[in-house]
């Protein structure tokens, strides 16, 4: 008898949302991350019972200025999430009030999660370089690029949502 994990169970979903997650993840930043956690639980006060007791065991993991992925612990809570386009339709809603934009909301479980953002870097790693590159050019002093070395060591050991960099 042949058992699977749950991650490699569903193919197809997992592909539907897919392109979402890469969506989001072109345009993430962490500001914009920050902001969807700083509604967050304004944002889950808004639910009933029922959907907060769904909602309590996910959270906003990437957001860009227009679209966040939320991902859940359980799959059993993602598959009657993703299925109730009612209550995702009320999710995204309230999330536009509270941040005074739309926000497309992307739902994936954790297990998926670090799947989906190590194939969006792999595919894009070129790229993310490039922009990372440019974008410190015109910040650098002489004692920064021991300094950045340091960071992106970091970042590769521990992920970007585990270190904090403070001046």
Not at 27 to 44: F, G, I, R, Y
Request: proline share 5%; glycine share 2%; aromatic share 8%.
């Amino acid at each position: 008898m042949l058992f699977r994990s749950k991650a490699t169970k569903s193919p197809q979903l997992k592909a539907k949302y897919r392109n979402g997650v890469f969506k989001v993840l072109s345009t993430a930043t962490k500001s914009a991350l920050n902001e969807v956690k700083d509604v967050w639980p304004d944002l889950m006060s808004k639910l009933e019972v029922s959907q907060r007791a769904m909602m309590d065991v996910s959270s906003p993991v990437a957001a860009g200025p227009d679209a966040c992925v939320v991902a859940f612990d359980y799959q059993l809570w993602f598959e009657r999430a993703t299925s109730d386009s009612t209550f995702v339709n009320q999710l995204t809603d309230s999330l536009a009030v509270l941040t005074k934009k739309n926000i497309e909301l992307v739902l994936v479980p954790q297990q998926d999660w670090p799947i989906l953002r190590q194939e969006y870097l792999d595919l894009h790693r070129n790229e993310v370089k490039k922009n990372a590159v440019s974008g410190s050019d015109a910040e650098k002093t002489p004692e920064e690029p021991a300094e950045n070395a340091i960071i992106s060591k970091a970042r590769d050991l521990f992920g970007d949502d585990m270190i904090d960099i403070k001046d």
